[in-house]
């Protein structure tokens, strides 16, 4: 008894499993359909769909049999690492520490920070009594001896030639010791050795100062010199003269010219760049020494084709573009990337300004295909 209504339950199950087919699948609605004597629509493929006519399903679920549709861009030219960007030291065109010439006691200063100095202009002095005694000494010495010269030469006494000779001698020498002297005295007195702008002076009046202690240092700042580093592959493009730009933080929107002053005679071995040195002109005197300068080079680096950035495709071997040749036919052309900007890819392959690359529709190309050309597309 049992067993009978295992059986029965099965037997209503299956019917209901039947039944959801015959209703849900196209297969059980045709069958249907033609129990009941309907007419029957069938898709592309032959088998039938519930409502459908048989003008409609045979046009569902086929491709189109023409040429893909594309876009396509033409390719240009341009120019690899047009401009160079690099951070500098600026320094002063030139630049002196004054120090006394010996030691003593600071009597005088005649500079202070922000003067304007020439050469030769006197800036401080050392105390000099002993050297004003010294030089004194040596004039009354010299006095002495041109008048004993004197004497000898005009006597009509019997005055040797060794006398006469030896008379000289000591005159001479009484000069070189006054000419010491005045140098001596020289010497105390703080020289400017070049011309330029005072910076802050170090010392005060009344402090004992040597060879070694730096007094003030005085700036030529009509034009900065700022020193930076380029990479070996622009050496050859790099020559003097050559114009260039200058950005400092102190000045934020600003721009300073100047231009290609040096290059050093060696590469760094190690980091592989070369010095350069720019000079940048100064007449207003608001640039200092010390301040950091990002320089700007333009230059003509190497030309290579530019193309549209979604001309560029992708698989296992690199980079490639598709280009379209004789009859629109695709061409499958591989490169590679040289220099990728915002609106344009400098790519190295066999390609030439005015060849056409497609950008859109990619996806369905393959070589020797033809193609159908959007003509409201981004390369009309």
Do not use: C
């Not at 592309?44 to 048989?54: D, E, I, L």
């Not at 003509?300 to 992708?314: C, I, K, N, S, T």
């Not at 296992?316 to 061409?331: M, S």
């Amino acid at each position: 008894m049992r067993i009978a209504k295992q059986l029965a339950l099965s037997v209503v199950v299956l019917a209901a499993g039947a039944a959801l087919a015959v209703w849900y699948t196209p297969e059980g609605a045709a069958l249907l359909a033609r129990a009941s004597g309907k007419p029957v629509a069938t898709d592309g493929a032959g088998q039938g769909a519930p409502g459908q006519t048989g003008g409609q399903g045979a046009g569902q679920g086929r491709r189109s049999d023409g040429p893909p549709l594309v876009v396509v861009v033409p390719v240009t030219e341009g120019l690899a690492n047009a401009r160079l960007d690099a951070i500098g030291t600026g320094e002063a065109l030139n630049s002196v520490t004054v120090m006394p010439q010996g030691s003593g006691v600071v009597t005088r200063l005649a500079v202070k920070a922000g003067d304007p100095v020439k050469a030769g202009q006197l800036l401080g002095q050392l105390d000099n009594q002993s050297e004003l005694l010294a030089r004194d000494k040596a004039a009354v010495t010299l006095k002495g001896s041109l008048e004993t010269k004197k004497t000898y030469e005009g006597s009509n006494a019997s005055i040797t030639r060794l006398q006469q000779f030896t008379a000289g001698v000591t005159a001479e020498e009484a000069q070189l010791e006054l000419n010491i002297a005045e140098t001596n005295l020289k010497k105390r007195d703080i020289i400017a050795p070049a011309d330029g702008v005072a910076g802050i002076v170090q010392v005060s009046l009344g402090a004992y100062v040597t060879p070694s202690t730096p007094l003030v240092v005085l700036d030529d700042r009509s034009s900065l010199l700022v020193d930076f580093y380029v990479p070996e592959h622009f050496v050859s493009y790099l020559k003097p003269g050559m114009a260039l730009e200058a950005r400092t933080i102190a000045f934020p929107g600003e721009v300073f010219k100047g231009e290609v002053a040096a290059l050093d005679n060696q590469m760094d071995a190690v980091s592989r760049t070369i010095r350069v040195r720019a000079r940048i002109g100064n007449g207003d005197d608001r640039l200092r020494g010390g301040m950091s300068f990002t320089v700007t080079l333009r230059f003509e680096g190497e030309r290579y084709p530019a193309v549209d950035p979604l001309a560029v495709q992708w698989d296992a071997e690199g980079a490639y573009v598709w280009r379209l040749g004789e009859g629109d036919k695709a061409e499958k052309v591989r490169g590679a990337v040289v220099q990728r900007d915002a609106d344009r890819v400098l790519f190295k392959a066999e390609i030439k300004p005015g060849d056409r690359l497609v950008t859109e529709g990619v996806q369905r190309l393959r070589p020797g295909m033809g193609v159908k050309i959007d003509k409201g597309g981004a390369g009309a």
